[in-house]
């Protein structure tokens, strides 16, 4: 069985400031995992996965998360916050091929002027 | 490039009352996934289909049902519907066995916003 905790159901940043968003996962086999962006009243966009290989992965909009084993995260940072960022953003596990996403609560990113 | 379909994408209802959703995954995906999403709450899985037989089952109501037809749409069938029922419907759709580690993925719907009065 899969979980996801994301710490944080509220988190506001200034423009221009380092965007972190946490992420943290439980999975009995290899984890997917993913990163997904929430507008208002829209659906599911895809900013970035991770399956196999590099650990490190860049997504879209100046995204990137890096997977790391040992500690069970999977934490999404921007360097610098941009006013469009501000939207919701889930963390969500898969355990393979085919298998429904387990989705974290969400946070919600406020970016400040 | 081609994205996942749902219809409508907005339904009003009232208590007791029947409601269709329907989805058309993005070609060539085999599989189908329903989730819902409360106000201010995260995606929960309903249930899942896999070559039109269902494949794995979440916190579906009895009084949900749905099926994936020949040409792999599928349909979410909501009776007896109550307030607790409004919520935003994402399908979702993938391939079941990707030639590339980089088609395991889910692609979502824009999602169906029901409304239950």
């Known amino acids: 069985a899969q979980s996801v905790t994301q710490l944080g159901s509220h988190v506001s940043v200034s423009e221009g400031a380092l965007v972190l968003l946490r992420c943290n996962y439980s999975?009995?086999?290899?984890?997917?995992l993913f990163w997904y962006v929430q507008y208002p009243n829209q659906g599911l966009q895809l900013l970035l996965k991770?399956?196999?290989?590099?650990?490190l992965v860049k997504g879209i909009n100046g995204f990137e998360a890096e997977f790391k084993k040992s500690e069970t995260s999977f934490h999404l940072t921007k360097p610098s916050a941009h006013m469009s960022d501000a939207a919701e953003y889930f963390c969500?596990?898969?355990?393979?091929?085919?298998?429904?996403?387990?989705f974290g609560p969400g946070t919600r990113l406020s970016v400040l002027p | 490039a081609a994205g996942v379909i749902q219809s409508p994408r907005h339904l009003i209802k009232e208590k007791r009352e029947t409601a269709t959703l329907k989805c058309y995954p993005i070609?060539?995906?085999?599989?189908v996934y329903w989730y819902q999403q409360g106000p201010g709450q995260d995606p929960q899985f309903l249930i899942s289909?896999?070559?039109?037989?269902?494949?794995d089952k979440g916190s579906i109501p009895d009084r949900f049902s749905a099926q994936q037809f020949s040409d792999y749409h599928s349909e979410l069938n909501m009776s007896s519907l109550e307030l607790g029922d409004s919520a935003l419907y994402f399908c979702?759709?993938?391939?079941?066995?990707?030639?590339?580690?980089?088609?395991?993925?889910?692609?979502f719907g824009p999602g169906t916003r029901l409304t239950v009065l």
């Open positions: 979702a759709s993938s391939l079941s066995r990707p030639m590339a580690s980089g088609e395991n993925e889910q692609f």
């Open positions: 999975s009995s086999v290899p984890p997917y």
């Open positions: 991770y399956t196999t290989g590099a650990t």
């Open positions: 969500a596990v898969s355990g393979s091929y085919g298998q429904n996403f387990v």
């Open positions: 070609p060539r995906h085999d599989t």
């Open positions: 289909f896999y070559e039109k037989m269902q494949s």
